[in-house]
């Protein structure tokens, strides 16, 4: 594998770190470098939150789904917005500390991603 498809594992291998305000919100190089290295499908809005869609075949797979995200932020400590309907999950995250993007925000996403493709985190 190359760096760059390396880059995601080593993001959902990190753990997330808590916010504890006064930091700025990533933006510009640093935030593009994160997006990169994070793969696809996940948006950066504004630079100000990450968006992504996952599709399912019914109901039950998306609520289960969004259970493994809810375990996954509680061990981590960092919560994103879900989304639930009928054979989909939208989740936004960012850090309400600061109103922005942090390193754990990519984190948290990549780890969300490892849920999806079957790994653990």
Request: glycine share 10%; proline share 4%.
């Amino acid at each position: 594998m190359t760096a760059e498809q390396l880059a995601p594992f080593v993001l959902a291998g990190e753990k997330c770190v808590p916010c504890r305000g006064g930091v700025p919100p990533l933006k510009g190089q640093e935030l593009f470098a994160l997006h990169r290295d994070l793969g696809g499908g996940w948006q950066v809005v504004e630079e100000h939150h990450l968006e992504k869609e996952f599709r399912f075949r019914n109901f039950a797979e998306a609520l289960a789904f969004t259970n493994k995200i809810g375990a996954i932020a509680e061990e981590q400590g960092h919560h994103p917005d879900i989304d639930l309907a009928w054979g989909k999950v939208r989740v936004t995250i960012w850090t309400h500390k600061i109103d922005g993007l942090t390193r754990s925000d990519f984190v948290l996403a990549a780890k969300i991603d490892r849920i999806q493709e079957g790994g653990r985190s």
